[in-house]
């Protein structure tokens, strides 16, 4: 096999704005594999490295995807070798799947990617000030969203509480759930989360940054709010960590993005770990283009989960790769009589 990666970059259409940054541009890495006695068939993986939060934001990643793609053979089989760089992994199985499968973008076989029944995702609302997230809210009730995904901890949280009654107040039966993303101190999190609870809180990401496993476990065991790990699974690289974690802290759930987790084979060691536990999961995307967000609803809709999934990121950009998924409402789609533009791609 031959390989070889470009860098592109993603354009958001609005700031989008997280308790650890603001973000106006996303840039991304596509790798592209292919057999010599076959060049026009052609499978192409998304590295989608998250700066700032991904394990494997360092200063060689460039050196290491072209490493990886001058000894491509070496991953047929397996990439466990790759498992300190998840977005790489990610970017290489999706690739190495899509060429066995003809270069179609279509890496497992479900109802969903036959075009036969659509995936549920949840409303996203990003961080904004209290003006913008009220319209944003009012947009995704109108589009028909029976869940909801509230990003906090970027405002003053006085206003927070009055958009989460506004909320409350306009779908008194929706299902909200809560993403901090760590902005909350230890000391603080519980009186914090007390007050939320009163809105009928799905769970809630992330209240405290991860790395504190006590004071992580102490808030899951008297949370009135399930908690939902995210953050704390990045970096936990082999099952001894991922046990160690699961078993101290032992969450409500736990939030698998194969772009930070490491790809197919390391999100579903992840889902085994934690049914074996009784520890509920779903997955999200990582702000791919639709190369990465396929792949991942791809895999998803092998599990059959009806629980509604993280897949909203699609409409972020402005350029992003035009794809058969279509969202009608809360349904995500994948439209088979639409056809893949790869132009951005192919000729780079």
Not at 156 to 174: G, M, N, T, V, W
Request: one cysteine or more; aromatic letters at 10%; hydrophobic letters at 35%.
């Amino acid at each position: 096999m031959v390989a070889e990666w470009l860098k592109y970059r993603l354009g958001f259409r609005f700031t989008a704005i997280t308790s650890r940054e603001r973000l106006s541009y996303k840039d991304t890495y596509y790798i592209k594999v292919w057999d010599e006695s076959r060049p026009e068939v052609v499978g192409i993986g998304e590295a989608a490295l998250f700066r700032g939060l991904s394990c494997d934001d360092t200063p060689d990643y460039e050196s290491m995807l072209s490493c990886t793609c001058a000894n491509i053979d070496r991953y047929a089989d397996s990439t466990v070798d790759l498992c300190r760089y998840p977005s790489i992994r990610f970017g290489i199985e999706t690739a190495i799947r899509d060429l066995r499968n003809g270069g179609r973008r279509h890496l497992f076989d479900s109802e969903w990617s036959c075009g036969n029944r659509p995936l549920t995702i949840n409303g996203l609302i990003w961080m904004g000030d209290k003006t913008t997230m009220r319209t944003r809210i009012d947009a995704k009730l109108k589009e028909g969203f029976s869940c909801i995904k509230v990003k906090i901890g970027g405002i003053d949280f006085a206003h927070e509480l009055e958009l989460l009654s506004y909320l409350r107040a306009q779908a008194p039966e929706i299902e909200i759930r809560l993403d901090a993303n760590g902005a909350f101190s230890a000391k603080e999190a519980l009186s914090r989360i007390d007050r939320l609870s009163r809105f009928h809180i799905h769970s809630i990401e992330q209240p405290i940054r991860q790395g504190q496993y006590s004071e992580m476990a102490r808030i899951c065991n008297v949370s009135p709010i399930p908690i939902a790990l995210d953050e704390e699974l990045i970096g936990l690289n082999d099952n001894g960590l991922r046990i160690r974690m699961l078993d101290e802290i032992h969450p409500h759930y736990i939030i698998i993005k194969p772009t930070l987790t490491g790809g197919f084979s390391a999100s579903d060691e992840w889902i085994k770990l934690a049914e074996e536990r009784s520890i509920g999961w779903w997955a999200t995307s990582a702000l791919e283009s639709n190369i990465g967000l396929n792949a991942i609803a791809q895999w998803i809709a092998t599990h059959r989960t009806e629980m509604p999934q993280g897949l909203g990121t699609g409409q972020l950009y402005d350029n992003n790769i035009p794809s058969p998924m279509t969202l009608n409402g809360e349904k995500l789609w994948y439209d088979t009589g639409r056809t893949w533009d790869m132009q951005n791609i192919m000729h780079k």
